[in-house]
């Protein structure tokens, strides 16, 4: 008389080994699928890099951009320039309607002799 029946412990022994290999399985494919590449993290980590530089030069270009007190004082000196300008040529009209007289008195004296 047998004790031990070895064909129906073999047969569980292959099913618990079935089931141990399908649940590494599982758990291989799990973890795979949620872990990242390095692939993955070297694209991740360019895009990364371009962004900075972007945001860089955006800081950059922000931090030399004039304020309004820079502006006001740019339209303040661009209105007294005008004025200046303004002043400048009404002197210049002058000195030509001047110079327009000279120039017909001597012509007329310069017929006369």
Do not use: C
Not at 65 to 85: F, V
């Amino acid at each position: 008389m047998e004790l031990i029946n070895w064909a129906a412990a073999k047969l569980f022994f292959d099913i618990a080994q079935a089931v141990l290999m399908g649940g590494v399985a599982v758990y291989v494919w799990w973890t795979n699928r949620t872990r990242a590449t390095g692939t993955a993290i070297t694209q991740v980590n360019k895009r990364i890099d371009e962004v900075d530089k972007h945001v860089s030069s955006l800081e950059q270009t922000l931090e030399n951009r004039p304020g309004y007190t820079e502006i006001e004082a740019l339209r303040s000196e661009l209105a007294e320039m005008n004025r200046g300008m303004a002043q400048i040529s009404a002197q210049m009209q002058s000195t030509t309607a001047l110079l327009n007289r000279l120039h017909e008195y001597l012509l007329t004296e310069k017929g006369k002799r």
